[in-house]
């Protein structure tokens, strides 16, 4: 199915709802392949998944600081959803990332992908690196051995190929400089970031 503005009528003569919608998703394929679908289990075996020491949340970091420093953040604004990442090595940004979601795409969904994209560019550096984020959600969620989400499982794999990266949590928006940069960089990615394809959300399909 292909969204079109002209394509269906509102009953009561009301359409200004609809023509938000359709504004937003308009031109775009549908189809059940579109939505995320639960993933299998995980294939890594549960003696060899072991995040807990590599991943802290809750107001805990990583207690030593590395020569490069990664900030995450995911952003919705207006509808539009962005990803993205900096790298910081002796005070310069040194990698900036941003990617463009399509509307439907979720925070979640965005925080997940620029854990993913930083973690992959980190495996590049032969450096130990901490990689900062601001959402315990997220964080959370690659912990967990249980996770049905593709793109968290993608994350996990990721990370598990180097055990010289740490994840952990920071308080957004208290002047950190590599948090308030990602905040600003996920933004501007909701309208220039590189495009980026994920399934739909399942709750999606409940809009």
Same mark, same amino acid.
């Given at each position: 199915?292909?969204?079109?503005?002209?394509?269906?009528?509102?009953?009561?003569?009301?359409?200004?709802?609809?023509?938000?919608?359709?504004?937003?998703?308009?031109?775009?394929?549908?189809?059940?392949?579109?939505?995320?679908?639960?993933?299998?289990?995980?294939?890594?075996?549960?003696?060899? !998944?072991?995040? =807990?020491?590599?991943?802290?949340?809750?107001?805990?970091?990583?207690? %030593?600081?590395?020569?490069? #420093? @990664?900030?995450?953040?995911?952003?919705?604004?207006?509808?539009?959803?962005?990803?993205?990442?900096?790298?910081?090595?002796?005070?310069?940004?040194?990698?900036?990332?941003?990617?463009?979601?399509?509307?439907?795409?979720?925070? !979640?969904?965005? =925080?997940?992908?620029?854990?993913?994209?930083?973690?992959?560019?980190? %495996?590049?550096?032969?450096? #130990? @690196?901490?990689?900062?984020?601001?959402?315990?959600?997220?964080?959370?969620?690659?912990?967990?051995?249980?996770?049905?989400?593709?793109?968290?499982?993608?994350?996990?794999?990721?990370?598990?190929?180097?055990?010289?990266?740490?994840?952990?949590?920071?308080?957004?928006?208290?002047?950190?400089?590599?948090?308030?940069?990602?905040?600003?960089?996920?933004?501007?990615?909701?309208?220039?970031?590189?495009?980026?394809?994920?399934?739909?959300?399942?709750?999606?399909?409940?809009?």
């Amino acid at each position: 199915m292909t969204v079109r503005s002209d394509s269906f009528s509102w009953p009561g003569g009301s359409l200004s709802c609809w023509r938000d919608l359709t504004s937003l998703y308009e031109g775009i394929q549908f189809d059940h392949e579109s939505y995320e679908q639960p993933s299998p289990p995980s294939t890594i075996h549960p003696a060899l !998944f072991s995040p =807990e020491d590599r991943i802290s949340h809750g107001g805990q970091g990583p207690s %030593n600081r590395t020569p490069i #420093e @990664v900030y995450t953040d995911g952003s919705k604004i207006n509808d539009q959803t962005g990803s993205a990442f900096c790298a910081i090595a002796n005070e310069a940004i040194t990698k900036p990332w941003k990617a463009k979601l399509i509307p439907a795409n979720t925070v !979640f969904q965005a =925080e997940m992908l620029d854990f993913k994209a930083a973690i992959e560019w980190t %495996n590049t550096a032969n450096e #130990e @690196v901490n990689i900062w984020s601001d959402s315990e959600s997220s964080l959370q969620a690659l912990k967990s051995f249980n996770v049905k989400s593709k793109i968290t499982q993608e994350a996990q794999m990721t990370l598990l190929e180097n055990a010289r990266i740490r994840l952990g949590w920071v308080k957004a928006h208290i002047g950190i400089k590599g948090n308030e940069i990602a905040d600003t960089l996920a933004k501007e990615a909701t309208t220039d970031g590189i495009p980026a394809s994920l399934p739909f959300p399942k709750r999606f399909l409940k809009k």
